[in-house]
């Protein structure tokens, strides 16, 4: 999300299905996105809890990001955690578990 109170043209976008006040940032590739979206994480104060988690605990970051007021969706940890499983991205906490480390910005 955009919280810039000067955005140049192309900076942030607004979609169809948000709301008139929804900006979100442009980012030039997916690293940057990601980037950013980890500072944002560990800058938050209200997302500092989820730090005490394993980085492969998914399922409890997903509780405490909706727990925290990441998104307007109640149901927001539990369609995370579903969409986790179903698309099976828990096979890489395997891979990051084997290589002892999971790069945290």
Known sequence: KCFS???RKG??????DDSHKDFFVQYGNAWA????HSKFLKSGK???KLFK?????????ARGLAKAGYATDKQYGEKLIAMIQSL???????????QEEVMLP
């Open 5 to 7: 109170k000067n955005c």
């Open 11 to 16: 900076h942030c976008a607004n979609f169809t």
């Open 33 to 36: 996105s990601y980037r950013d």
């Open 46 to 48: 209200r997302y500092q």
């Open 53 to 61: 988690y394993d980085a492969t605990d998914y399922k409890s970051w």
């Open 88 to 98: 099976g991205l828990d096979k890489y906490d395997v891979v990051a578990d084997a």
